[in-house]
């Protein structure tokens, strides 16, 4: 059974940086494309950044471009969000994704799989 557990949440201070893994269990070798997708107190869930596992091809959302990297490790085979400079408005609950596809794209609905999520607090 393929399924995805998110880490790395908690509680940071502003400025500071997380790590958020995605670990891919039950995993059987294709083509897929992974997200991550935030949902913020009181907002709709929105696209942050997503990997298409074939060539490492990522994109990003214009709000958080530049203080995400995500990254992906097909040996374990895991997926990370490194998000640098955290503010106050980042505080949410982050979620993994996982879909077919040779590309990568921030739309929730290409994305059959989902994790938990895992919850980001920035406050000092």
């Known amino acids: 059974q393929l399924y995805l557990v998110e880490s790395g949440g908690g509680l940071v201070q502003p400025g500071g940086s997380v790590r958020l893994s995605c670990e891919v269990h039950?995993?059987?070798?294709?083509?897929?494309?992974y997200g991550w997708f935030r949902q913020a107190p009181g907002k709709e869930r929105e696209g942050v950044a997503c990997?298409?596992?074939?060539?490492?091809?990522?994109f990003y959302s214009d709000s958080v471009k530049g203080r995400l990297t995500i990254s992906r490790d097909s040996t374990k085979p895991s997926v990370y969000l490194d998000i640098v400079n955290l503010e106050p408005e980042d505080t949410a609950d982050y979620f993994c994704a996982l879909g077919g596809g040779y590309v990568c794209y921030l739309r929730e609905d290409l994305y059959d799989l989902w994790g938990q999520g895992t919850r980001i607090t920035v406050s000092s």
């Open positions: 990997i298409a596992e074939s060539d490492g091809g990522s």
């Open positions: 039950g995993y059987n070798f294709g083509s897929y494309a």
